[in-house]
């Protein structure tokens, strides 16, 4: 089936330090990928996407690309606020046909936590 | 602000009962899906509805159904309650099914199971 691994958490940085979360995945068929943050008491909010191999999807300093070879989508940001911290999680969502149209498979989630 | 909005933003209630959830999505979507969010769960789909009919269904109870009004709007019914239902249920939209879609989640409804 499809799926989505995340690394584990939870991550705790200083402000500006450089920010990894690993992200790979499993899927029949070529997915589109997504980075979705959740801020406390909030719903997801979209971070970033790629929808095909090798596109790079960007947002607020945020970055990750999407890799076919090694299945992954890695999200990167070089200098961390305070303000970024939140749950972070990887998702995708497949093309048409079964019972996969549309809906996200989500990973686990990674918790950040940057102190000043 | 997402522009989905869900209602009530808690509910608490007794093993047994039946509790209905209500999604109203963004202006202009016409797909609405249903997760599911638990600590041991994490997130997983339920179901999706796109212009009124069922479009996807993924692990969502027999006890669970749900269904999208001419206006849109979602709801979801969730009886015979478990502890084990205890969660966080968002609703999410688009403006069509497919993957490339970004959905927009609404806040959550909180459900405690007593």
């Known amino acids: 089936g499809n799926s989505v691994t995340q690394m584990e958490g939870p991550v705790t940085l200083s402000e500006e330090a450089f920010l990894t979360i690993n992200c790979t995945y499993t899927a029949t068929g070529y997915p589109s990928l997504f980075w979705y943050v959740q801020y406390p008491g909030e719903g997801l909010q979209l971070l970033l996407k790629a929808t095909k191999a090798d596109d790079k999807g960007s947002n607020k300093g945020f970055e990750a690309t999407y890799r076919k070879e090694t299945t992954s989508f890695h999200l990167e940001k070089g200098s961390v606020q305070v303000s970024d911290s939140a749950v972070y999680f990887c998702a995708l969502s497949l093309g048409a046909g079964g019972t996969s149209y549309g809906k996200l498979t989500f990973g686990q989630g990674t918790i950040l936590t940057v102190h000043p | 602000d997402s522009g989905v909005t869900q209602t009530p933003k808690h509910l608490i209630t007794a093993t047994g009962q039946r509790v209905t959830l209500r999604c109203s999505p963004r202006s202009g979507d016409l797909s609405v899906y249903w997760y599911q969010q638990s600590l041991d769960q994490g997130l997983q789909f339920l179901i999706q509805y796109y212009n009124g009919e069922e479009r996807a269904k993924g692990n969502i109870l027999e006890r669970f159904s749900a269904q999208q009004f001419p206006d849109l709007h979602s709801e979801l019914n969730l009886s015979s309650l478990e502890l084990g239902d205890s969660a966080l249920y968002f609703c999410?939209?688009?403006?069509?099914?497919?993957?490339?879609?970004?959905?927009?989640f609404g806040d959550g409804t909180r459900l405690s199971i007593l």
């Open positions: 999410a939209s688009s403006v069509s099914p497919g993957p490339n879609q970004p959905q927009h």
